[in-house]
């Protein structure tokens, strides 16, 4: 009969201050429930303990460090390594007292941290690494055959830190073990189960016969096969290929019978930016959703045995079940009652343990994970470099900082590109507003996800009032921008009180409007313009203007006009033109001055009357062909008018050449020459 002794060491405690009195415990292949539906993460141990001593403080052994160790023949078969994360102290009797403990590794620490935190550019390993690093928890090794690409964008969002571990490693397709030979109680992370350990020598089966064998064997095994799903189907969408459908499909090919039908499970990635992330949680989920498709149920005495161990079955009368299995979960009764011998205890020691197998060629997986849902909105501030205002991308994206955020530094690290969602969105068409550095912003997720976020409104805050005093100006409806790298502002805004309605315009700088038909305007009052520089115009056509009352000009400058053709003015009344020094006439043929009544011309005291009565010339002296000379008239000097936008218009014409074109055409219509010669002197 096998001799078995197990002993428990605690820190700060003497080795020998503890005996084992019984135990019992749940391991698993990464997490599991007990039955009492707590989280198991690789082992949870049960252990009553005896002591001669009655004093021990359960405060001061509290999330210690625990050893278990199991000999069998005086051999060191297995040891577990942990820590304390319950501690009772019973009664006390005729020579003992009686305490028991949790066991549980240390990685439980994790389920005690609550958070929400970005990671960026990490792999799943780095993000693990970086968490149990925090915790302190340095004995950890990774055993990964596959690679496994940075994340852009990767929350935590109010989970446990175990929880998100497991939640990542649900997706990736990772799971965990404890090797507690290379460690004290190093938790390996792999992908595959040929990365777990296996027993060197097979484990025979050999019915329970009632008796205790020297040797240990698996003692009643029952395999199950079961349908499951047949395949998953997981589709992405990705905004940078809107039109294209990102979806892979995983198929099982290990159960033939389930080619008869198809159970599929199709799931909605949500917003991705490219398909790695289906392709490799396809399958991942697959192997997941199936691991019970193919299990064995046994009971051993190898204390060996634990939970991602491998071994090999033999001498089992179905050849069929003699093959590689591996533990995913073990259930274990132990007791060592020779302990209490002084308390009355008797008989033999004892371990049992109830084994959940799967074949080794199975890759056992993680159940689902699903991600914590965002239930609504959240708040964030826009953030971007130091010293800029607008920090956005080719599409218009901005980065973020939530106020639950304690590990960024509010700038442009702080999150990824996150979109923002505009009132009207088309191809090169629709509205865009961008939320600027420093202001507050409201945040939505799609589906939930808080991998997802996306920017669906904007706030004002103590830090950013807006833009008119409220409720003063509570009838405003107000859009107004600010400068960028400067001051001032753009606005558009709408008055709507009752008796003082207005729609207000204001540019810092330019106002430019195109339209490419028509612009009708209607003014039932006044209309005011100010332009405190130059204005310039041009029509390429026709220009009407009624005015039904008056026309008043006031010009401080000259006036020029050119005209290419005829000036046609009709008066109802009189013309009145009044020149502080000259009035200049000159026409290229002919001037024609015509009066019904009265024509008079009026000079430094003279003047000449023509009337219905006939011509009356006076003046101090009146010469005819006495000689003396025309007076002259100014030649034109205006300018030609500038076009808008600074173009270059054409070049001032040459009046005194269109006249003198004008005088040669006239002489060719009357044949009146325009030179004629000199008389000779002293011809009659």
Not at 146 to 168: A, S
Not at 373 to 397: K, L, Q, W
């Amino acid at each position: 009969m096998p001799k078995l002794k197990f002993h428990i060491i605690v820190d700060g405690v003497d080795e020998e201050a503890f005996v084992v009195h019984k135990f019992s415990g749940i391991e698993s292949l990464s997490n599991d429930l007990t039955r009492a539906n707590e989280l198991c993460c690789g082992y949870r141990y049960q252990i009553e303990l005896a002591s001669r001593r009655s004093d021990i403080d359960p405060d001061s052994l509290i999330d210690q460090n625990v050893r278990l160790e199991l000999r069998r023949n005086g051999v060191l078969e297995r040891t577990t390594f942990g820590i304390i994360k319950a501690f009772s102290k019973g009664d006390t009797g005729h020579h003992h007292t009686f305490y028991s403990l949790q066991l549980v590794p240390s990685l439980e620490r994790l389920s005690l941290r609550h958070n929400s935190r970005i990671f960026q550019y990490q792999s799943a390993p780095e993000i693990i690494s970086v968490l149990l690093q925090e915790m302190g928890i340095s004995d950890y090794a990774f055993s990964l055959q596959k690679e496994y690409p940075q994340r852009e964008y990767c929350v935590q969002y109010r989970e446990t830190d175990l929880d998100f571990i497991h939640r990542l490693m649900s997706e990736e397709g990772m799971i965990y073990s404890f090797d507690h030979e290379q460690g004290q109680g190093r938790v390996v992370f792999s992908d595959v189960s040929t990365s777990l350990a296996k027993l060197d020598d097979a484990i025979c089966y050999a019915p329970a016969s009632g008796g205790e064998a020297d040797s240990t064997s698996v003692s009643s095994l029952k395999e199950t096969k079961q349908f499951e799903v047949s395949d998953v189907t997981l589709n992405e969408y990705s905004f940078l290929k809107p039109s294209y459908r990102y979806s892979d499909q995983q198929r099982a090919n290990d159960e033939g019978y389930q080619d008869m039908e198809s159970y599929q499970h199709f799931d909605f990635l949500g917003d991705h930016q490219n398909g790695e992330l289906s392709q490799n949680l396809s399958q991942t989920r697959l192997e997941a959703l199936r691991r019970y498709s193919h299990i064995a149920e046994a009971s051993s005495d190898d204390m060996r045995l634990k939970a991602g161990m491998r071994f090999t079955l033999s001498e089992h009368i179905d050849q069929n079940v003699c093959l590689d299995w591996q533990v995913v979960s073990v259930t274990v009764q132990a007791e060592q009652p020779q302990a209490l011998e002084e308390e009355g205890g008797e008989g033999a020691t004892t371990y049992r343990n109830k084994l959940l197998l799967v074949p080794a060629s199975n890759h056992w997986k993680f159940l689902p994970q699903f991600k914590p849902i965002v239930d609504g909105s959240s708040i964030a501030t826009v953030v971007g470099p130091e010293g800029e205002e607008i920090y956005t991308d080719e599409f218009g994206r901005v980065k973020l900082h939530f106020p639950w955020d304690r590990y960024s530094n509010g700038d442009e690290h702080s999150s990824c590109w996150v979109r923002v969602s505009q009132s009207w969105a088309g191809s090169q068409y629709g509205m865009v507003a961008l939320p600027r550095v420093g202001q507050e912003v409201i945040v939505s997720f799609l589906n939930g996800d808080p991998d997802q976020p996306i920017v669906t409104g904007r706030t004002y805050n103590a830090n950013n009032p807006v833009p008119y005093e409220l409720p003063e100006h509570k009838t405003k409806t107000v859009f107004r921008t600010e400068t960028y790298q400067g001051t001032g502002f753009n606005e558009l805004s709408f008055e709507d009180q009752a008796g003082r309605e207005q729609i207000y315009i204001h540019g810092q700088k330019d106002f430019k409007a195109k339209v490419k038909n028509d612009v009708n305007t209607v003014v039932h009052n006044d209309h005011h313009l100010l332009v405190e520089n130059d204005q310039f115009g041009q029509i390429h056509q026709d220009k009407h203007l009624t005015v039904d009352g008056e026309s008043r000009v006031d010009i401080k400058g000259n006036m020029s006009e050119v005209l290419d053709s005829s000036l046609n003015q009709q008066l109802g009344e009189k013309i009145c033109a009044e020149a502080g020094r000259e009035i200049s006439l000159k026409s290229g043929a002919k001037i024609v001055v015509e009066a019904g009544a009265e024509i008079t011309l009026k000079a430094g005291g003279s003047f000449v009357t023509v009337d219905g009565s006939g011509v009356s010339l006076s003046g101090p002296a009146i010469n005819l062909n006495a000689g003396g000379s025309a007076g002259q008239g100014s030649a034109y000097s205006g300018q030609i008018a500038s076009l808008p936008n600074g173009v270059e218009a054409p070049a001032t014409p040459d009046v005194a050449k269109a006249v003198r074109h004008q005088s040669l055409l006239l002489a060719e219509e009357s044949r009146i020459p325009l030179v004629k010669p000199c008389p000779q002197e002293g011809a009659k």
